[in-house]
């Protein structure tokens, strides 16, 4: 069994900062892709930013300068610390891994979510 548990979450006023944390846990062989995606209410979850098991990192353009994504992969966790928040950054947080449990058993495993609030 494998478990993605996430923290960090909270209210904050627009141009706040949060840091999300995401522990991977378990039968874990390996880690590959890391990521994080939010879903806003009404809205389809939307991918935000990734992190490849090198560390190189992409993000969508709209938090492109405000948020940053690294990993500690000691640790099997992710993070994304989010400065410059604004409302529309308003949703539940959710992380992501492209594991393998065993040298040819690979899955994609989600955290539960952790709620971002950002008030005006």
């Known amino acids: 069994q494998v478990q993605l548990v996430e923290s960090g979450g909270g209210l904050v006023q627009a141009g706040g900062s949060l840091r999300l944390s995401c522990a991977a846990s378990?039968?874990?062989?390996?880690?590959?892709?890391m990521g994080w995606y939010r879903q806003a209410p009404g809205k389809q979850r939307e991918w935000v930013a990734g992190?490849?098991?090198?560390?190189?990192?992409n993000y969508v353009d709209s938090v492109k300068g405000r948020f940053t994504i690294s990993r500690d992969n000691a640790k099997n966790t992710v993070y994304l610390q989010m400065n410059s928040l604004k409302p529309e950054d308003t949703a539940v947080y959710y992380c992501?891994?492209?594991?393998?449990?065993?040298?040819?058993?690979?899955?994609?495993?989600w955290g539960q979510g952790t709620q971002v609030t950002v008030s005006s």
């Open positions: 992501n891994a492209n594991l393998f449990t065993a040298p040819t058993a690979k899955g994609v495993y």
């Open positions: 378990g039968s874990i062989f390996s880690i590959n892709a």
């Open positions: 992190i490849t098991s090198g560390g190189s990192t």
